[in-house]
């Protein structure tokens, strides 16, 4: 009897231990709960990284510190530029990718290391649908064909046209093996059902003076890219690679108003964060990244790169990240790029 006593009273003790240690966890995690939920709320309550995956002075980099001067302001915290160059932007954008989900750091990110990355890279360490969440699409940056002043193709049926003549024989400059001018000139073969050559060079700018020597014969390359020679007359634009004119250049046609129905090949920018960062720290950006992109500062400054603003849904961001990444790993599995 006794050993039954004793037995039904070890029985109870341990009952009694468990279920304190079972409301001491209960505790301590809705203390984690409620002190993440203030967290969230009081946020941003120190400065915000955005990292910029290129060097100072490019195209990303200078949309990003556009946009962080204003989102400064709305935030009432400093957004600092980190910028993170190396490997066509993967370098940085994996630095992205392994932070810390909780909104202090975020990302300009891009067409390259955003959408064609996947494709071109076999070992490339982060999957840009699984580890980020997108923000806001910022701004599109439709490419422009172009060609040499004095070149006998004078618009995009004609230089079409010779290139189905001559296939093979006309080359086009990209800034380098894998980035959207290279990849933009093997959507065009795909399109068009043509084949022309690819040369890369270091960089833009010896990529442009390619097209105005004639060393190359035409080139799919952003608005910014060769604006100093459009308006010197070295070179002349054939059709832009978007869905709508450009506001500074509305007498250009669009491929699909040229003859080349649902061509479209744009660099972009999208702010996303880390995967995992919560929704209402992301809704927060978004509010405020839109409320910046239709002021006259920032479309002027957007207009001046021959770019549209966006700013879209979080939702929408994704839908677009994702129709892009198909669209460009298409095109490098179907021309059999890859880079090391």
Excluded: C
């Excluded at 923000?135 to 439709?142: C, E, G, I, K, N």
């Excluded at 073969?189 to 040369?199: D, G, I, M, S």
């Excluded at 966006?310 to 669209?327: I, M, Q, S, W, Y």
């Amino acid at each position: 009897m006794k050993r039954n006593q004793t037995a039904t009273a070890g029985i109870g003790l341990r009952s009694f231990n468990l279920a304190r240690v079972l409301a001491a966890a209960l505790g301590i995690a809705s203390a984690v709960v409620a002190s993440q939920a203030a967290a969230q709320a009081a946020y941003p309550n120190r400065p915000i990284r955005m990292v910029v995956a290129f060097a100072a002075g490019g195209s990303t980099d200078v949309v990003a510190r556009a946009i962080s001067q204003k989102l400064a302001e709305g935030l009432g915290v400093p957004v600092v530029i980190d910028n993170r160059a190396g490997a066509n932007g993967t370098v940085g954008s994996d630095v992205v990718a392994k932070s810390t989900p909780d909104g202090y750091t975020i990302m300009m990110g891009e067409v390259g290391s955003l959408a064609m990355a996947p494709g071109l890279y076999p070992k490339l360490p982060y999957d840009p649908a699984r580890d980020f969440a997108p923000v806001t699409l910022v701004a599109r940056t439709p490419l422009l064909a172009a060609v040499k002043v004095d070149s006998p193709m004078k618009s995009l049926s004609e230089l079409i046209a010779h290139a189905k003549s001559n296939p093979g024989k006309l080359n086009y400059p990209s800034s380098g093996a894998g980035g959207p001018n290279h990849l933009a000139g093997e959507l065009f073969n795909q399109a068009a059902n043509v084949k022309t050559q690819h040369v890369p060079y270091k960089g833009g700018g010896p990529a442009v003076l390619s097209l105005v020597s004639g060393e190359t014969d035409f080139g799919l390359l952003s608005r910014v890219t060769i604006d100093s020679q459009l308006q010197s007359g070295r070179l002349k634009p054939l059709a832009v690679a978007s869905d709508q004119r450009l506001a500074n250049m509305p007498n250009i046609p669009t491929f699909n108003e040229a003859g080349l129905p649902g061509f479209t090949a744009e660099t972009w920018f999208m702010v996303v964060a880390p995967a995992g960062t919560p929704k209402s720290i992301i809704n927060r950006l978004n509010a405020e990244i839109t409320k910046i992109l239709p002021t006259p500062e920032m479309k002027e400054r957007l207009e001046a790169m021959g770019a549209f603003g966006v700013g879209n849904t979080p939702d929408a961001a994704g839908t677009f990240l994702r129709a892009e990444l198909a669209k460009w790993t298409k095109v490098s599995k179907s021309a059999n790029i890859t880079l090391d």
